[in-house]
């Protein structure tokens, strides 16, 4: 298991540098440039940069040198000191930038994932222990409702039905205009609605994950089984089923981070908030690619990790697959 | 030869509905086909995406001779009246107009992102499935990591960069698309080729593309159009993501995504609905109707639900 757990880290390193390589040369590949946008060419006051002065700023922020050697650079940079590079606009260093918003969206990420599995998780009992039911039908239409519904246009109708017709909810950031040290209600206030946006597509997901693996498992032999021997019905639902089912629900709520994090930078967007995912999302429109580059290490990182410990905890909880593992090292 | 550590709900369950061998190669469409037609909303979902197609075709027709492009500052923001059905934008262009034509771009967008998923699911996926081993092993690793990575900053960076704009968009989504898709290929590829009549192919000297491509394929198909279906929800949910954010579809070419931009401006969420209603609505209509076809498909390719 060791041996297992120890290659798999290993693993994840690769792949963060497969990735990253793959969004520097794209990068590469794409026309536009930061210095440009510094500038847009059809300014309207006729600002105009120079060949010279424009091979003069490229020096100076680093683009004259080849991709692949800016590549190592920054890999090196990463590895022996820690080091993220700058943020091309305001020449901070994108290690402390992230850090000092990361929190904010951990946050709203961490709130949504625990209410949405939770919730998630007793709606699709209720569904597959009831199928077919009045209950099962309504939960099922809503959960196909919700995902078919975008994340932002969810925001967006959350907007104006709770900040806007009844304005109970503050239309955006993460505490009051002009308050240095919001209250602990206060910040709540703020988050209701970004988390309330975050959660509702991933109860929907989790309820129909749950939902379908429940019913596989109540087809099974083993719960046949179990039932014909007299089980109580309690005992067989809260031992058998929902033991075997809560395995594809860990790796479903991990399949489901990506797609939390990336619907956390549209409500962080929406709703102004000072997180990670706002400030890749300007980035991305100013051309800054330290800060892109940095947002995504770090949250491929966070996934992979998840994704990690899932497996661990799935091999420490499934016999079947703790041998498996063990057998190949 | 599988070593799928982690059980996969989603590939498992179409997994399960084709490894069932069919007796009457025929037979097994004419069922699909008669058991999706009783799905009540799959065919609902058929109409509402027909109409879309239609309205999208026929959009020059559909949007009563309207330019969508066009503005007109003697209309701004008018409310819904007999001249324009849907009311006028920020600088007076028609909104049903933009609608109709909104909904070539999304459509669009779904099908060739949905296509070009396929290409590479097939080929990944196949590769994957039919040779097995280490190349296997590779391959399944590498579109563990493709799922798994945040690919929502990737396209937000790579279409940022690439200078927004709908084929860009289609390539990129297209690109970070293929994983779930080819996992459902290879598991087809992995227990399609151990069954007696490609058994009996290979034994009459079938080569490996006559194998590949005349008795794999096909029998792959079905699940391919289940998953390309949510592959489409994606493409249309993704497209309209990124053009509201500004990194899709650039003005003046109307899309829904971009359309609901504008809602963003408090006096328009609050005072105009006309702007920003109907997008969201179509977006989400749309989406549903997919969904529903998708479920329809599902039901009806599943070969459990025959026995009930």
Same mark, same amino acid.
């Given at each position: 298991?060791?041996?297992?757990?120890?290659?798999?880290?290993?693993?994840?390193?690769?792949?963060?540098?497969?990735?990253?390589?793959? &969004?520097?040369?794209?990068?590469?590949?794409?026309?536009?440039?930061?210095?440009?946008?510094?500038?847009?060419?059809?300014?309207?006051?006729?600002?105009?940069?120079?060949?010279?002065?424009?091979?003069?700023?490229?020096?100076?922020?680093?683009?004259?040198?080849?991709?692949?050697?800016?590549?190592?650079?920054?890999?090196?940079?990463?590895?022996?000191?820690?080091?993220?590079?700058?943020?091309?606009?305001?020449?901070?260093?994108?290690?402390?930038?992230?850090?000092?918003r990361w929190p904010m969206s951990l946050k709203l990420q961490g709130t949504a994932l625990?209410?949405? $599995?939770?919730?998630?998780?007793?709606?699709?009992?209720?569904?597959?222990?009831?199928?077919?039911?009045?209950?099962?039908?309504?939960?099922?239409?809503?959960?196909?409702?919700?995902?078919?519904?975008?994340?932002?246009?969810?925001?967006?109708?959350?907007?104006?039905?709770?900040?806007?017709?009844?304005?109970?909810?503050?239309?955006?950031?993460?505490?009051?205009?002009?308050?240095?040290?919001?209250?602990?209600?206060?910040?709540?206030?703020?988050?209701?609605?970004?988390? #309330? $946006?975050?959660?509702?597509?991933?109860?929907? #997901?989790?309820?129909?994950?749950?939902?379908?693996?429940?019913?596989?498992?109540?087809?099974?032999?083993? $719960?046949?089984?179990?039932? +014909?021997?007299?089980?109580?019905?309690?005992?067989?639902?809260?031992?058998?089923?929902?033991?075997?089912?809560?395995? !594809?629900?860990?790796?479903?709520?991990?399949?489901?981070?990506?797609?939390?994090i990336?619907?956390s930078?549209?409500?962080?967007?929406?709703?102004? %908030?000072?997180g990670v995912?706002?400030?890749?999302?300007? #980035?991305?429109?100013?051309?800054?690619?330290?800060?892109?580059?940095?947002?995504?290490?770090l949250?491929?990182?966070l996934?992979?990790?998840?994704?990690?410990? #899932?497996?661990?905890?799935? *091999?420490?909880?499934?016999?079947?697959?703790?041998?498996?593992?063990?057998?190949?090292? | 030869?599988?070593?799928?550590?982690?059980?996969? !709900?989603?590939?498992?369950?179409?997994?399960?509905?084709?490894?069932?061998?069919? &007796?009457?190669?025929?037979?097994?469409?004419?069922?699909?086909?008669?058991?999706?037609?009783?799905?009540?909303? +799959?065919?609902?979902?058929?109409?509402?995406?027909?109409?879309?197609?239609?309205?999208?075709?026929?959009?020059?027709?559909? +949007?009563? *001779?309207?330019?969508?492009?066009?503005?007109?500052?003697?209309?701004?923001?008018?409310?819904?009246?007999?001249?324009?059905?849907?009311?006028?934008?920020?600088?007076?262009?028609?909104?049903?107009?933009?609608?109709?034509?909104?909904?070539?771009?999304?459509?669009?967008?779904?099908?060739?992102?949905?296509?070009?998923?396929?290409? /590479?699911?097939?080929?990944?996926?196949?590769?994957?499935?039919?040779?097995?081993? &280490?190349?296997?092993?590779?391959?399944?690793?590498?579109?563990?990591?493709?799922?798994?990575?945040?690919?929502?900053?990737?396209?937000?960076?790579?279409?940022?960069?690439?200078?927004?704009?709908?084929?860009?968009?289609?390539?990129?989504?297209?690109?970070?698309? %293929?994983?779930?898709?080819?996992?459902?290929?290879?598991?087809?590829?992995?227990?399609?080729?151990?069954?007696?009549?490609?058994?009996?192919?290979?034994?009459?000297?079938?080569? %490996? !593309? *006559?194998? $590949?491509?005349?008795?794999?394929?096909?029998? &792959?198909?079905?699940?391919?159009?289940?998953?390309?279906?949510?592959?489409?929800?994606?493409?249309?949910?993704?497209?309209?993501?990124?053009?509201?954010?500004?990194?899709?579809?650039?003005?003046?070419?109307?899309?829904?995504?971009?359309?609901?931009?504008?809602?963003?401006?408090?006096?328009?969420?609050?005072?105009? %609905?006309?702007?920003?209603?109907?997008?969201?609505?179509? /977006?989400?209509?749309?989406?549903?109707?997919?969904?529903?076809?998708?479920?329809?498909?599902?039901?009806?390719?599943?070969?459990?639900?025959?026995?009930?």
């Amino acid at each position: 298991m060791t041996g297992y757990i120890f290659r798999r880290l290993i693993y994840i390193i690769p792949l963060l540098l497969l990735m990253t390589a793959i &969004t520097f040369t794209m990068i590469e590949l794409a026309p536009g440039e930061f210095v440009d946008a510094l500038i847009p060419p059809d300014t309207a006051f006729g600002i105009r940069l120079s060949p010279e002065e424009r091979e003069r700023l490229r020096a100076r922020y680093g683009f004259d040198k080849p991709a692949y050697v800016r590549y190592f650079i920054w890999v090196k940079e990463l590895v022996v000191f820690q080091n993220l590079g700058t943020d091309l606009v305001t020449g901070a260093p994108v290690l402390n930038e992230l850090t000092q918003r990361w929190p904010m969206s951990l946050k709203l990420q961490g709130t949504a994932l625990v209410i949405y $599995v939770a919730v998630g998780v007793m709606l699709g009992m209720a569904s597959a222990f009831r199928q077919y039911s009045a209950l099962d039908h309504v939960l099922t239409a809503f959960g196909l409702i919700w995902i078919s519904t975008p994340l932002f246009v969810f925001a967006i109708f959350l907007l104006y039905l709770f900040a806007l017709a009844l304005p109970i909810f503050p239309v955006g950031h993460e505490k009051p205009i002009g308050v240095e040290n919001p209250t602990i209600l206060q910040s709540i206030h703020h988050m209701v609605l970004p988390v #309330a $946006v975050l959660s509702l597509t991933g109860i929907a #997901a989790t309820q129909r994950l749950m939902r379908a693996t429940i019913l596989e498992v109540l087809n099974s032999d083993y $719960v046949r089984t179990s039932r +014909a021997k007299g089980l109580r019905e309690r005992v067989v639902r809260f031992r058998h089923v929902l033991r075997n089912a809560s395995l !594809p629900l860990v790796t479903g709520v991990v399949l489901g981070l990506p797609e939390l994090i990336g619907g956390s930078f549209i409500v962080e967007y929406v709703f102004s %908030w000072p997180g990670v995912g706002s400030y890749s999302l300007n #980035a991305a429109l100013h051309y800054n690619y330290p800060v892109l580059l940095g947002g995504l290490i770090l949250n491929g990182g966070l996934v992979l990790m998840a994704s990690l410990l #899932a497996d661990i905890a799935i *091999g420490w909880v499934d016999p079947r697959i703790r041998i498996a593992a063990g057998r190949q090292g | 030869m599988s070593q799928t550590f982690v059980p996969d !709900p989603i590939s498992a369950e179409v997994d399960l509905g084709l490894s069932v061998r069919k &007796t009457r190669s025929g037979s097994t469409w004419a069922r699909i086909r008669r058991r999706f037609w009783r799905h009540r909303p +799959a065919v609902a979902g058929i109409v509402v995406v027909s109409i879309l197609l239609v309205l999208a075709i026929f959009a020059p027709i559909s +949007a009563l *001779g309207i330019d969508p492009s066009e503005p007109n500052f003697g209309e701004i923001n008018n409310a819904p009246s007999a001249k324009h059905v849907l009311g006028t934008d920020g600088i007076g262009r028609d909104m049903w107009a933009r609608l109709v034509y909104g909904a070539r771009i999304s459509l669009s967008v779904g099908f060739v992102v949905v296509g070009i998923t396929i290409v /590479i699911a097939i080929v990944i996926g196949g590769i994957s499935g039919y040779f097995g081993g &280490t190349v296997d092993t590779i391959l399944q690793r590498f579109t563990e990591a493709v799922m798994l990575f945040p690919s929502f900053i990737l396209i937000i960076t790579v279409t940022a960069f690439l200078e927004p704009s709908i084929y860009n968009v289609m390539i990129v989504l297209g690109i970070f698309g %293929w994983p779930g898709m080819s996992r459902v290929v290879r598991s087809m590829f992995l227990s399609l080729r151990e069954t007696d009549y490609v058994l009996a192919a290979r034994a009459v000297g079938v080569r %490996w !593309p *006559g194998i $590949v491509f005349r008795h794999i394929l096909p029998g &792959t198909l079905a699940p391919i159009i289940v998953s390309g279906t949510l592959g489409l929800v994606g493409a249309i949910m993704t497209e309209a993501t990124l053009s509201f954010l500004g990194l899709g579809v650039q003005e003046p070419t109307p899309s829904w995504g971009s359309m609901l931009t504008h809602a963003m401006q408090l006096p328009v969420l609050r005072e105009m %609905w006309w702007r920003w209603i109907p997008p969201a609505v179509l /977006i989400f209509v749309t989406v549903l109707a997919v969904n529903f076809i998708g479920d329809g498909l599902r039901d009806a390719a599943d070969p459990m639900a025959i026995e009930r």
